[in-house]
């Protein structure tokens, strides 16, 4: 093996070092994010519960239009949460100098990995790797909530226009129905971000373990 | 004066290795000067890596790098390669 291929092993270190950076980012960006979809949903049904309270029946007669104002809370949620959680994945982290140090090949290598915090390093690929799947989970359930809103407005469309099932086992079976449908379109949608997940998952895993190596190995050289 | 608790950075100790393998023989100021460190912070480096024997200094102020100074350096390459070299990271 020679200096360039360890150089390269190095920057493929880096790039994981960034992708855990990433995954922590994105961990710390959620409570701000259920905050602000938080306050701006309760702000909005406040506003929905006062004109109630003022215009009783006449504004009831605009029920329409507040299906349009749900939609677009859901549609802003959505949209918002991807925009906050890519700008958090895109911070790097304090790995962004290594390719300039691995310019000097071995030197570089070694200012590398005297400039490592390792109880940091550590502690950041542990949290990403126990706190990814929530990511997961919030994916899949932000998915799952937009397919119930789509499919159940659907059928609701149509089960007022042609069917108008009201009770009876056939109503339990189509709602029993909708929710296989939205698992399924969900798991179409998410399926390749899914396989990902376990792949990273299973990286970090084994990341942990190099890292704890290489520093275990490099303790015994410094001594 | 003893190093006994002067503990080493391994990338500082190597550099000032390298410099002398590059230049040969050097005065202490003109090392301080290639390796980007001050002349305090060279000295004590200086005073470690002789206690070992990686390097002699004169009374006129010239460092040369012993034969042990240079296998030194060499075994922390064979080190990088043989242990960085072989992490198994996965492509992110």
Known sequence: ?223 | MSTGSFKPNLYVLARIIKTLMDNGVMRRTNLAQASGLSYDKLQRYLNWMSERGLITMDGDGYVRLTEEGAKAYDELVQWIIRYVGSLRLSRY
Not at chain 1, 49 to 75: E, K, N, P, R
Not at chain 1, 96 to 112: F, N
């Open chain 1, 1 to 223: 093996m020679s200096m360039s291929d360890v150089v390269d092993k190095v920057l493929r270190l880096r790039d994981a070092l960034e992708t855990v950076e990433g995954i922590n980012n994105k961990l710390n960006e959620l409570p701000k994010l259920f905050i602000v979809i938080l306050t701006v949903t309760v702000a909005t049904l406040g506003v929905y519960d006062t004109l109630w309270f003022m215009l009783g029946t006449v504004y009831a007669s605009l029920s329409f239009l507040w299906m349009l104002v749900i939609l677009g809370l859901i549609l802003f949620s959505l949209y918002y949460m991807a925009h906050r959680l890519d700008k958090a994945s895109e911070v790097k982290g304090p790995y962004q100098d290594w390719g300039d140090k691995l310019k000097e090949g071995a030197l570089g290598v070694l200012a590398v990995l005297e400039g490592l915090d390792w109880d940091y390093v550590e502690y950041r690929v542990n949290r990403a790797r126990s706190l990814y799947p929530i990511l997961l989970i919030i994916d899949e359930a932000v998915w799952a909530a937009l397919f119930y809103f789509i499919v159940g407005f659907a059928y609701a469309f149509l089960n007022y226009l042609l069917f108008n099932i009201t009770s009876g086992p056939l109503y339990v079976f189509t709602l029993a129905s909708l929710v296989v449908l939205v698992v399924a379109l969900t798991l179409a949608v998410t399926w390749s971000e899914l396989v990902n997940t376990f792949k990273t998952l299973w990286s970090l895993d084994s990341l942990l373990w190099e890292v704890r190596w290489l520093y275990h190995e490099y303790r015994k050289l410094q001594t």
